[in-house]
């Protein structure tokens, strides 16, 4: 039986050791999701500002059309990436929710296993307090025979 705790122990380990493993990849994607978000959003407002000085020193009909639909193109890409934040959020927290699972796991079989073992400490040290009180007693009766 001790094997099989001992064998459970190790996989909820090597489970809990993924989990946080997934749990940080999860954690980066979404750190990146939102360094991507903050650069587009950069990038936006410098080209906005490059637009407002052409604009000020004139642009053509045709110069100004190509400008906003890049700029279009800018807001379009942003609302997508926007959109995608739910999915990066949701994947962290499932993560967090399989890390927690995973460690509750091992704490249990670590439990299990420390309370295997101070019953077997108990079972021992009632055993030894039985030898010792049986040759107490045996001590006891030999003096009392030699007397």
């Not at 052409?54 to 990436?81: C, I, P, V, W």
């Amino acid at each position: 039986m001790d094997n099989a705790l001992d064998f459970l122990l190790e996989q909820a380990k090597d489970n809990e050791e993924q989990a946080v493993l997934a749990l940080n990849k999860a954690q980066v994607e979404l750190d990146d999701y939102y360094k991507q978000v903050q650069q587009i959003e950069q990038y936006r407002l410098d080209y906005c500002n490059q637009l407002v000085q052409r604009g000020m020193k004139g642009l053509t009909a045709s110069e100004y059309g190509h400008l906003n639909r890049f700029l279009t193109q800018l807001d379009e890409t942003l609302s997508k990436q926007r959109s995608a934040e739910s999915h990066f959020k949701t994947q962290v927290e499932n993560c967090q929710d399989y890390w927690h699972n995973t460690r509750t796991q091992r704490r249990s079989y670590e439990w299990m296993m420390e309370k295997r073992l101070k019953e077997k400490r108990q079972k021992e040290e009632k055993i030894e307090q039985k030898q010792m009180d049986e040759f107490a007693n045996l001590l006891f009766s030999r003096r009392k025979a030699q007397r």
